[in-house]
């Protein structure tokens, strides 16, 4: 049985920062590739950021030099560290394996002043 679990989300003023987890069970985040893709209300998700098996990372150009992707393979955890937060960023954040395509279950990021 493979879980994604989030957590680290909240609300932040603009300019903050936010830093999000991926607990993961029933796989091994170092293995695959784990990727943070977020949703704000009305819109389509889309990518933020991906790092694959090998530790290569990718980003969306709007999160490019503010948002950095890691995993620690020891906890089995992703993390999405993300600085300079913009009111744009406000979406539920959704952590994905490309192993079977799971999802977990979303936290809520709300840049606000």
């Known amino acids: 049985q493979v879980q994604l679990v989030e957590s680290g989300g909240g609300l932040v003023q603009p300019g903050g920062s936010l830093r999000l987890a991926c607990a993961a069970s029933?796989?091994?985040?170092?293995?695959?590739?784990m990727a943070w893709y977020r949703q704000a209300l009305g819109k389509q998700r889309e990518l933020v950021a991906r790092?694959?098996?090998?530790?290569?990372?990718n980003y969306a150009d709007s999160v490019k030099d503010r948002f950095t992707i890691s995993r620690d393979n020891a906890l089995n955890t992703v993390y999405l560290q993300m600085n300079s937060l913009k009111p744009e960023d406000t979406a539920v954040y959704y952590c994905?394996?490309?192993?079977?395509?799971?999802w977990g279950q979303g936290t809520q990021v709300t840049v606000s002043s």
């Open positions: 790092i694959l098996a090998g530790g290569s990372t």
């Open positions: 029933g796989i091994s985040v170092s293995l695959n590739a």
């Open positions: 994905h394996t490309t192993y079977r395509g799971y």
